[in-house]
């Protein structure tokens, strides 16, 4: 099994698993796709950002607000539209609203799957954001190289603690690998050299600038998404007030149509006195249709009826 590596001609530097990511693209002619875990104000979104901001800087670019987005509809309009060069980066926050594990998003994940499918050897970085990662849909999970989850913000030191590790998913059991990145350096004091495995790594908060764009990005696309979640919600209050709800008579009348003449004959003895004992309800039908019945056989049916949605009168 094989781990991420990373090999320094001396020290070690910072931001190791980001220089993974760039020379995964630069180098080996591959995508990078990345998801931040964790739970809310564990520092997701920013960590992502930052990490977007350093791994552009390593190509000589410059990471925006511009990619950042809330919508996997709008990253497959600027592939489509401006096929961006390599080394592209795109962050895609709240991955589970965008293309969650829910069934009646089951259009969105399929283009969202194909998407991710087919976009990988355009060699783009993409970064998303999500509390837990099965809350993004199964195809696309198997698409992501790398998880960082992320532990806690550090407020003193402006640092968010995280885990980072390499997804390796088996190709014959539905399991998942995961590993710690591998950094070999030289040891100055003796030209020995060093491997060790990274465990947690610190990330910085990004820029200010970076920050404010975000976060009126944000804030646009929240007060959009509650107005259609309002609109959604309207319509379908709308929609089951022209529907209408059903009398108690009209359930009724179709939970008696399931009855068996037996069960009928139950029925009618309750509704002539429901405060008739089991032996009064035996004497009742056979009084009046000729049946023989037991207690025992009343007992049972009421079961069944009730199974069937009967309720006993009062």
Known sequence: MKFPHVIYKGLPKSNSWCRWAVNRVKN?????????????????????????????????????????YFSIRDIIEEVAERDPKPGTIFLLDEQQVAGGAKEHQSKKNKAYGIFMSTVRSKRYIFLSTLPFADMGDKQ????????????????????????????????????????????????????IRLSRKLGTCDISKPSEDIIKAFEIKKANFQRKLYKQLSKELSDFETEKAEVGVESPEEVKKKVHKLFTPYQKYIDEAYNLNPNFIQGEVVAYINQKYGIRGSQSKVAQNIIFMTNKGWIRPL
């Not at 591959?30 to 950002?49: L, P, V, W």
């Open 28 to 68: 080996n002619n591959n995508s990078c796709n990345i998801r931040f875990t964790g739970e809310t104000g564990s520092g997701k979104t920013y960590s992502a950002i930052s990490w977007a901001e350093t791994m552009a800087k390593m190509m000589g670019r410059t990471f925006t607000a511009d990619g950042i």
């Open 140 to 191: 696309v999970r198997r698409l992501f190289h790398v998880e960082v989850e992320t532990q806690g913000i550090d407020k003193l030191k402006k640092v968010v603690r995280c885990k980072p590790r390499y997804l390796e998913h088996s190709r014959i059991k539905d399991k998942v690998y995961r590993k710690r990145l591998v950094i070999t350096f030289t040891d100055p004091k003796n030209g």
